[in-house]
């Protein structure tokens, strides 16, 4: 059955039955209905009141459940299509005519609705596919590799799985309906319970290796340093812990040379063990060319391609179990190294790795790439949650930074996760003090308010650094990948790591593990406190100790540019803290220093000459911050973050003024994170909803009009579809497709992998015989209309979005980031007249510096 504009007489010549649907009840007797409304699939585009069901024989269809809500970003129904929307031919009058076919066609497999291609989904594959054909969006096969998801088609599936569900009536169909609702918050339990066992493993395990490249511990030799003497702040020799240098005797070679040569020597068998996992374990994917292509993506810290999936991209493995287990383990060598890297960031990869194994255990999410993605979300929050112990900061970061669909339900989900992750982590206790983070700290003293004009000033420090690490680094990535280093990624690894602990060693602040020093920057002295030297109780002991901080300072900003981008497993987040917290402490030492000289300064009377005023630990806190968001744009969730981590209030107003100057600062020079400038250079197909752009071009000039086409008009054989296939495929359009034209009327459009799939179940017949997208016959069986009749209509999208050459460049930027579409025709008086692909459109965004 079709949509017609044929005459009666006409239809009836051609053995087919004119039905005319009304507004009101629709009645089509004993024919299966096959096109639905385009109102009833995308609410946005079509003001018309769509008919509140549909009889099929004595059996009512509601066609009214929206129940989940529209797709991404899509608003409410609007009164009229305006600004240059229009929609399908088809579709376009409320009053259609449909032919039923003759009885002799209708019988065909009449009764056996079966579906059996593995592509199917939902727990009832054939009721599902054939609700998809009704409701005109066709059914899909599983997504290419670097392609992306189709929004509308992935909600239009979940409203048909809900309604299938919803119409089961009796005791089993309650229970079906109550174990559908708890899933997703079994899922997010699982997944957080798991995380934080994985966080802990890896905690304990990089801080006991991170010890032995110093030495070891006398009762037990599996015990980390901080295991084996507590946490020292007095500067009290430990006797439990045996130094490397001690085994040695000093006539042989010396202790400092012995120790020097064991940290040395240890941290480079780490870095390489790290490197040499990520190298021999690598992920191939085909490419459409036949070619495999390697891809480590263990390497790194995963967030950039982490945003890039939430927003609807497809990267298989990239989430899988084996980039799972070599991330995790890759880390924990990596941390022990030496190297400036930590583990914050990978541990957002690491939870949406866990949510996406866990989604395997339900369809539900397992078949559904929308659904699974707001598993995933709520999985990243997780994954700040475990590396931070931060819950609430970690559900704002994964709102604020890489979620693009964050409905309300996926927020209280996200919580949920990150505060199961949270608990477990407390719960496991892997530092074995009660505290889920290393460098947890409370302080005793308020701030005044001469303190403020430093803030800001380290706000700026924050937003200036941020900028210039983006910049230096996203150079050197270029450049990395233009040398001997893209060919020998484990010979750079070693180079650079040995070269880091080289010039790390003789100063004892780049010496200590990135997270042991940050603890030690953030700490308030008191009385009888030394933390390595920092707490100053001699003036003379100051310049000493601001030129160890200076020198350590440019050590760990030089290198964390340098590091960025190796191919192990490593972060930011931590590096990022190291730096500012030394700038922040620098400069509360000689803010410190400078009230000792001149305590009855006017500007500093508010201290009222107490000893202790000046709290070095807080600039230093108030620097991390500021350098975290220069460097990731983070705001929101970065106060929590820190809130979370001091549990303190009295400085929250400091932090937020410094990361809303740095945020500020950055913005002004550059507007893209250190996560949007690696998109940008890996070239992923990104469009990011927090940006405006102001275009320069009309969609005219953006219209790719030299698309192939199919024409119902033409043959269209096999062997014609396989040439436009394989030039579409050249052109690099791997997710774009074909429109369908009738003359050149738009009546439809099928992707290249739908089209692919279907050419490849004929294969085994002559490339002569001709396929055919609009029959007419009822779809019972979409394999059986496949292989016996050439009929590919079932994987045809029959209600494809248009707009007109009149349309804003804005309005089309605002329908790709909300509707999630993949393409976009022109239609000009319904005539076809282009494409607009979303991939060719985020170019033009780059190219036209906006």
């Known amino acids: 059955m079709t949509i017609s504009d044929e005459p009666a007489a006409q239809a009836q010549a051609n053995g087919s039955v004119p039905i005319s649907i009304d507004e009101g009840m629709r009645s089509v007797g004993n024919v299966h209905f096959i096109s639905r409304s385009l109102t009833e699939r995308t609410p946005l585009l079509l003001a018309a009141a769509t008919t509140p069901s549909t009889h099929l024989g004595n059996a ?19 009164p009229a299509p305006t600004d240059g929307l229009v929609f399908n031919p088809l579709f376009k009058s409320r009053s259609l005519s449909f032919h039923a076919l003759p009885p002799s066609r209708q019988s065909m497999g009449r009764g056996h609705l079966r579906t059996r291609s593995k592509f199917l989904a939902g727990p009832r594959d054939s009721v599902d596919n054939l609700s998809l054909i009704k409701e005109a969006a066709g059914v899909r096969v599983w997504y290419d590799d670097y392609t992306t998801i189709d929004w509308i088609h992935e909600f239009v599936k979940e409203q048909t799985r809900i309604r299938s569900i919803r119409s089961l009536k009796g005791t089993s169909g309650m229970l079906m309906n109550m174990w559908d609702s708890v899933q997703a918050w079994l899922l997010v339990v699982l997944i957080g319970v798991v995380c934080g066992m994985l966080a802990a493993a890896i905690a304990i395990s990089s801080d006991y290796l991170s010890s032995l490249k110093h030495g070891y511990c006398g009762r037990g030799f599996l015990l980390s340093h901080e295991a084996c003497c507590g946490y020292n702040t007095t500067g009290d020799v430990c006797t439990d812990w045996t130094a490397w240098p001690l085994l040695v005797p000093s006539e042989l070679l010396g202790a400092e040379w012995t120790g020097f040569g064991s940290y040395c020597l240890i941290g480079t068998g780490f870095i390489l063990v790290s490197a040499l996992l990520v190298y021999c374990f690598p992920n191939q994917h085909k490419v459409h060319s036949g070619e495999f292509k390697t891809a480590y993506y263990a390497a790194g810290g995963g967030i950039p391609e982490v945003k890039i999936i939430l927003s609807g991209f497809v990267i298989r493995g990239f989430l899988g179990l084996q980039t799972l287990i070599v991330k995790c383990t890759g880390l924990v060598f990596s941390v022990a190294s030496g190297m400036i890297t930590g583990k914050e960031g990978p541990c957002v990869h690491i939870a949406c790795c866990v949510g996406n194994i866990a989604c395997r255990l339900f369809d539900k999410f397992e078949k559904n790439d929308a659904k699974r993605r707001e598993i995933l979300s709520a999985s990243a929050a997780a994954g700040v949650a475990m590396a931070f112990g931060a819950p609430i900061g970690g559900v704002l970061f994964s709102l604020e930074q ?68 983006c910049k230096l680094n996203a150079l050197w990535v270029r450049y990395r990948r233009q040398s001997w280093m893209k060919r020998y990624p484990v010979h750079e690894t070693l180079c650079l790591v040995l070269v880091t602990l080289v010039v790390s060693y003789p100063n004892i602040y780049t010496r200590m593990s990135l997270t042991d020093l940050v603890t030690t920057l953030f700490e308030e002295c008191r009385k009888g406190d030394y933390y390595e030297g920092l707490c100053v109780r001699h003036l003379s002991d100051y310049g000493p100790i601001l030129q160890l901080l200076l020198v350590a300072f440019l050590n760990r900003a030089t290198l964390t540019i340098l590091t960025f981008g190796t191919r192990v497993p490593h972060g930011v987040f931590l590096p990022s803290l190291v730096v500012g917290a030394l700038m922040g402490r620098i400069t509360g030492t000689l803010v410190e220093y400078a009230y000792r000289l001149h305590p009855a300064s006017a500007v500093f009377a508010s201290c009222g000459g107490e000893h202790g005023c000046i709290v070095p630990g807080v600039y230093a806190i108030v620097g991390a911050a500021a350098v975290l968001c220069g460097t990731t744009r983070m705001t929101m969730s970065l106060v929590v973050i820190f809130f979370e981590l001091t549990g303190n209030l009295t400085y929250i107003m400091p932090m937020m003024l410094s990361i809303m100057v740095s945020k500020w600062v950055s913005d002004f020079f550059c507007k893209d994170s250190i996560y949007d400038a690696m998109i940008r250079i890996a070239g992923y197909p990104y469009l990011d909803n927090q940006h405006t752009f102001v275009p320069h071009k009309s969609i005219v000039e953006l219209l790719q009009t030299n698309v192939e086409t199919i024409d119902l008009k033409d043959a269209n054989t096999i062997a014609d579809l396989r040439v436009k296939l394989a030039v579409t495929i050249t052109k690099g359009l791997v997710d774009g497709g074909f429109p369908i034209l009738d003359g050149h009327r738009l009546i439809g459009y099928i992707s290249c992998s739908e089209l692919e799939y279907v050419l490849e179940k004929v294969r085994h ?36 979005l248009a707009v007109t050459p009149n349309a804003s460049a804005e309005m089309v930027a605002e329908l790709f980031r909300k509707l999630g579409l993949r393409y976009l025709c022109v239609v000009d008086d319904g005539c076809f007249q282009g494409v607009i692909h979303k991939k060719r459109f985020i170019s033009y965004l780059r190219d036209d510096r906006w």
């Not at 009512?60 to 609007?78: I, L």
């Not at 380290?458 to 937003?463: E, S």
């Not at 029959?775 to 994987?795: A, G, I, K, S």
Request: contains cysteine.
């Open 60 to 78: 009512t269809y509601d066609s009214d459940d929206q129940s989940n809500g529209p797709p991404p970003g899509t608003p409410a129904a609007s």
């Open 402 to 469: 890489v979620s693009y669909y964050f409905p309300h339900k996926t927020m209280f989900r996200s919580y949920l996760c990150a505060l199961v992750a949270a608990m477990t982590l407390k719960f496991i206790n892997p530092f074995e003090n009660g505290k889920i983070v290393m460098f947890q700290v409370t302080y005793d003293r308020e701030w005044h308010w001469f303190d403020m004009g430093f803030f800001l000033l380290l706000g700026v420090f924050g937003g200036l650094y941020g900028v210039l690490f």
């Open 765 to 800: 017949k002559d490339d002569t015989e001709s396929c055919y997208f609009n029959d007419t016959h009822v779809v019972v069986d979409v394999e059986t209309d496949v292989l016996m009749y050439n009929n590919f209509t079932p994987f045809v999208d029959q209600a494809p």
